[in-house]
Each structure stands twice: as structure tokens, then as C-alpha cells.
Nanobody
Framework: VQLQASGGGLVQAGDSLRLSCAAS????????MGWFRQAPGKEREFVAG????????KHADSVKGRFTISRDNAKNMVYLQMNSLKPEDTAVYYC????????????????WGQGTLVTVSS
């Protein structure tokens, strides 16, 4: 599977932004999808994950109540709606895919797209 993330940009604190990730392949629904981010000088961290049919959804504690992951299997797309953005949300955001349940549960994804930069000014 190949992944292409988009939607990043410069916003102010409190604003909203929606990231999109387009996936190639005819078996998109077979993949667990996730979003990760990496802030300058920090390690990459898990943000959100969603199962193939959207039944299982996970969000990191740091974004719960503000970010929402969703997917549209008919369009091979996964989204990250980000509301009430904070300066500490500034990072490069990556879309990822995984086809193994255990790796999904442990947030260890095998397939990665390029990142999209989100900058939140105070």
C-alpha cells in the first residue's frame, strides 16, 4: 500500500485543520490505518488509529476530545480532524498502515507515507 498525506499548514491556536491520507490499492479496507506525529527534537508518537471497518478507534490521551480519526473505504481515504489546536500539536504528521492486528494494537505500523507539516502558532 502507498500512502500520500496532505492538509498540513500554518494555523493559530484554537483553529481546526483536517489532514487527509490517500491510499493506493484495492484492499484498503483490509488495513488498519493510523496517524503519527513527530515534533522537532522529539521521537515520533502515535496519535490515532482505526480498524478496517472503523469499529475500533484509538486516540492518544494528548489528543482525545480534540482530534478524530475517520476513514472512507469507498474513497481509500483516512482523515484526521484536528480541533482546538495547540502550539504543542506542531509536528510533522504521518499517515501509516498495517495489516496485522497485533501490530495495530501495539501501534507498530509497517507502511508509511511522507509527512505533512502542521504548525500551530500561539
Amino acid at each position: 500500500v502507498q500512502l500520500q498525506a496532505s492538509g498540513g499548514g500554518l494555523v493559530q491556536a484554537g483553529d481546526s485543520l483536517r489532514l487527509s491520507c490517500a491510499a493506493s490499492g484495492r484492499t484498503f479496507r483490509n488495513y488498519y490505518m493510523g496517524w503519527f506525529r513527530q515534533a522537532p527534537g522529539k521521537e515520533r508518537e502515535f496519535v490515532a488509529g482505526i480498524s478496517g471497518r472503523g469499529v475500533t478507534i484509538k486516540h492518544a490521551d494528548s489528543v482525545k476530545g480534540r482530534f478524530t480519526i475517520s476513514r472512507d473505504n469507498a474513497k481509500n481515504m483516512v482523515y484526521l480532524q484536528m480541533n482546538s489546536l495547540k502550539p504543542e500539536d506542531t509536528a510533522v504528521y504521518y499517515c501509516a498502515a498495517e495489516d496485522d492486528y497485533n501490530r495495530f494494537q501495539s501501534a507498530q505500523y509497517n507502511y508509511w507515507g511522507q509527512g505533512t507539516l502542521v504548525t500551530v502558532s500561539s
